[in-house]
């Protein structure tokens, strides 16, 4: 996010001098510099302050007396009061986190005395050090709009908000204070798409003749279910108190949003992602449901170098023997327009070529054409290890074919096993 989209309400007369220092809002020397530049003496607050937060908040988060009490994180909690408000209010069991060693220890020494049990913590936001599934409540104020500078993508965010899925419980919540613009709803809503219900909110803001960026409180409860939930919104999208430009723009990733849960919901032929099957969206992919046939997209992002359209198909019923648990053949792009490959009926054809009773079908384009049939197997390994049927079945072999001349000509070109490897 551009820094001058940043929405802050600090009184002093030199935030915007300070702001200068940042730049880059995802480098750590920058926010050290910021920090230090500020000093200890006052707090920075982006977005809403504690008055507009309160009621929200508390009325999320629960009772602070509740036995165990509420486990929360604050990653990227800067030099924000936020944390001592909520302390104050009872909430006891707050971790801070901020990857900047200047300001964790100015916060260290500002509330050693007064809330000795607020602990603070020296990490990177998007790798924790902490046990899967530790806190009640991950709470987020700005932290996941200053990863998603525009040039840099979608990379920080995406591995931020895995690390707040890892650290919920279940039945917890990540509550995301956030200008909710396009490219971080973009992110937000489908991160959050099995498996967890969301709703947005719009934070009150203070009086002013001057009109502002509107706060939004984005929430996502962690629940144990595969069903497509609707985005739900507690506002009225015409009387937002906002610029016209913001209030469509959450309008339009709200509507967009919805209607493709709406597709999930009712069986459309559409494409699941790895993390979509991990969550659930079409059951436990350990086990083989026979005859069943869906479409999905794999790698794109971290460190995977290409996207793939791939189609993952279970053999019907009575098909067997199988040579393979699992298989991948991978069609050329000059051969994937085909009936063979492009149809249901065709491709069925080739599961029952294959030998495999789950057959990952990865059909290559035009952004494959530089690559190397190794490169794009090396690629390809550990996405589909984590497709392959089977629980205890780490060193089966999964064999890489390719098209050739007819449906009877299979090419193993790549085929290995033992604990790790495919």
Request: glycine share 8%; hydrophobic share 35%; charged share 25%.
């Amino acid at each position: 996010m551009g820094k001058k989209k940043k929405n802050q309400s600090s009184s002093s007369s030199s935030a915007t001098d300070l702001l200068q220092t940042l730049g880059d809002f995802t480098s750590k020397e920058n926010w050290d510099k910021f920090f230090t530049i500020r000093g200890t003496g006052d707090s920075f607050e982006w977005y809403a302050e504690w008055p507009q937060l309160r009621d929200p908040l508390i009325s999320l988060i629960g009772a602070p007396t509740s036995s165990p009490p509420p486990q929360i994180l604050v990653p990227g909690c800067g030099n924000s009061r936020l944390s001592e408000h909520l302390y104050d209010a009872g909430f006891h069991g707050i971790t801070n986190v901020d990857f900047s060693k200047v300001v964790i220890s100015d916060m260290l020494r500002r509330n050693v005395r007064d809330r000795s049990d607020m602990r603070w913590r020296v990490m990177d936001m998007t790798s924790m050090q902490f046990m899967d599934e530790t806190f009640d409540v991950v709470l987020d104020k700005g932290g996941l709009d200053a990863l998603m500078e525009p040039e840099l993508g979608h990379k920080l965010g995406n591995q931020y908000l895995s690390e707040v899925k890892r650290l919920l419980k279940s039945g917890g919540k990540f509550v995301c204070l956030t200008l909710a613009e396009s490219h971080v709803l973009g992110l937000l809503f489908p991160k959050f798409r099995f498996g967890w219900k969301m709703s947005v909110h719009a934070i009150p803001q203070k009086s002013s003749s001057e009109p502002s960026l509107q706060t939004f409180m984005v929430v996502a409860d962690k629940e144990n279910s595969s069903v497509v939930l609707q985005v739900t919104s507690s506002f009225d999208h015409s009387s937002l108190d906002c610029n016209k430009n913001q209030a469509f723009g959450i309008h339009e990733a709200l509507e967009s949003e919805n209607q493709t849960r709406r597709e999930y919901s009712h069986g459309s032929d559409i494409l699941y992602s790895l993390e979509d099957l991990q969550l659930g969206a079409k059951g436990d992919m350990k086990n083989l449901s026979p005859g069943c046939r869906f479409k999905l997209i794999l790698g794109g992002e971290g460190d995977f170098c290409f996207s793939y359209r791939a189609v993952l198909l279970d053999a019907r019923e009575n098909s067997g023997p199988f040579m393979y648990n699992c298989g991948v053949f991978i069609v050329p792009k000059t051969r994937a327009h085909e009936w063979l490959f492009s149809s249901e009926e065709g491709q069925w054809l080739v599961v029952e070529s294959s030998k495999a009773a789950r057959l990952i079908m990865v059909l290559l384009d035009t952004s494959h054409a530089s690559a190397s049939m190794d490169e794009i197997q090396k690629d390809l390994s550990p996405l589909v290890k984590q497709l392959a049927p089977g629980k205890d079945d780490q060193g089966a072999q999964i064999p890489f074919m390719m098209a050739g001349d007819g449906i009877k000509h299979r090419n193993v070109v790549h085929q290995n096993s033992g604990p790790g490897t495919i």
